[in-house]
């Protein structure tokens, strides 16, 4: 971020290049005091941005759909709610809920204006006020789109459980110095789902292995997700060691992390009476740091160690694991990724890629990787992958032509890289014969 006039700064990195302001939205993880929106829009018509640390001093900008507030003219073919706003004028101003579709839906109507849908299918507020919004294909309940269990969506997300600030485990910060208790949010699905088994996935947030939190880095988009096909979802904090070890001549900030992630996976066998998770069918997803996190977990022999970090007792091994944006070689934040990486700020001489040698006791390996990735380099995730095909591990690479760092957006915005994952998951975490959701229950 380079300073401009003002107090604005302009964010130059990767597929921004938008100026912000400190207004209305908190920086990831940070004080809800610090907000940032687009400089070129009024302060009644801000579009909002989320910044989530990406470690070396590196930010990622992400539209935050889940939450935009938005003027009439900025939305296009998108469904629409009022919400209360302290600028009310005579368009007033609109959240956009994502729907159980994948598509966008009109939620509760804060501001008190009523909807309506005419003939011709346009939607608009009954008092005439207000523009007319194109009411697009989602509906606010969910509806079978035919692929079958686990793969099309069975609840709504309001609908969904959300529990904070479990604690899963604790274990030495050597940066502190203290003990440090680890926490996880659980997605659940609705109180009615009767299902007496039900998958359930462990999920990492990115980083550097410096940065973040739980609630962060779009784990609680992909949570939602997951959730509202059927499963349980976990999504973890781990300690932050990367400012404390040398990452260009130690993994041990990686293994701290997999040590951490351990015990989530054995934590969620403790509790899966409980909860209701089938102990046989876990996975393992992370972007970024927690995408190497994931990779070290499954495949990396000097992090097979079980580690302290809670739960002893209970298998910490998962059926499948999904790195986003992830390698298992010590290179990242680079000057130059073509033809090969160069000038990195990490560039040390690990490289866990021999350890991909053996598909028996392997997790299966869904991969998603954009190709102008600065942060990890794609060439080194490719090479997890063909390594993997290699070893005869059940695999999968999603390339984004384009992309940077950790491309959640990209990977959304084509429904056929959902429905790839979804049926790889469906495969490789057995669920033919689970227990289908019942989406009258």
């Known amino acids: 971020a380079f300073a401009l006039d003002d107090g604005v700064y302009r964010i130059e990195a990767r597929l921004s290049g938008l100026a912000l302001k400190a207004f209305d939205l908190p920086l990831c993880g940070a004080s809800p005091d610090y907000f940032v929106s687009t400089h070129d829009q009024s302060p009644s018509d801000y579009q909002l941005f989320n910044v989530a640390s990406i470690g070396g001093g590196a930010f990622r900008i992400s539209v935050v759909a889940d939450s935009r507030v938005l ?30 579709l994948g598509g966008y839906h009109v939620s509760t109507v804060a501001s008190g204006r009523a909807w309506e849908l005419n003939i011709e299918g346009d939607l608009g507020t009954t008092d005439g006020a207000g523009s007319v919004f194109k009411f697009t294909s989602a509906t606010p309940s969910p509806r079978p789109s035919g692929r079958g269990c686990f793969r099309d969506v069975a609840w709504r ?53 410096e940065g973040n939190v739980k609630n962060c880095d779009r784990q609680p988009e992909f949570a939602m997700r997951l959730v509202e096909r059927g499963y349980v979802a976990v999504s973890i904090d781990y300690r932050q060691l990367g400012d404390y070890y040398d990452m260009g001549a130690s993994d041990k900030a990686e293994t701290a992390a997999v040590e951490d992630a351990r015990a989530a996976v054995r934590f969620l066998r403790m509790v899966a009476k409980d909860y209701r998770i089938d102990p046989d069918r876990i996975l393992m997803e992370g972007d970024s740091a927690g ?13 097979q160690g079980e580690g302290g970090s809670g739960n002893p007792g209970y298998r910490s091994d998962v059926r499948v694991e999904i790195p986003v944006s992830g390698e298992v070689k010590q290179q990242g934040y680079c000057d130059q990724i073509h033809p090969y990486p160069a000038n990195c700020q990490i560039d040390g001489p690990i490289n866990h890629i021999g350890d991909f040698n053996s598909s028996e006791g392997k997790p299966a390996l869904f991969m ?59 495969k490789h975490m057995g669920l033919a014969d689970a227990e289908c959701p019942n989406t009258n229950s």
Do not use: C
Not at 175 to 187: F, I, K, M, R, S
């Open 71 to 100: 003027h009439a003219d900025d939305l296009g073919t998108f469904k629409v709610s009022a919400v209360h706003s302290d600028e009310e004028d005579e368009y007033t101003h609109f959240t956009i809920t994502t729907a159980t």
């Open 368 to 426: 998603i990787h954009g190709t102008e990735d600065y942060t990890v380099p794609y060439v080194n995730g490719k090479a997890v992958y063909a390594a993997a095909q290699a070893a005869g591990i059940p695999s999968a690479l999603v390339t984004i032509e384009g992309a940077a760092h950790v491309p959640w957006d990209e990977f959304y915005s084509n429904v056929d890289n959902m429905n790839l994952m979804m049926d790889f998951l469906y």
């Open 157 to 209: 997300r309001e609908d969904i459980q959300i529990i904070e600030d479990i604690e899963f485990g604790a274990a030495f910060n050597p940066a502190t110095g203290e003990t440090e208790v680890l926490h996880l949010d659980a997605y659940l699905p609705p109180e009615s789902d009767d299902r007496e088994l039900r998958p359930a996935a462990v999920l990492v947030h990115g980083g550097g292995f």
């Open 291 to 303: 995408a190497i996190t994931a990779l070290y977990h499954g495949y990396v022999k000097d992090a």
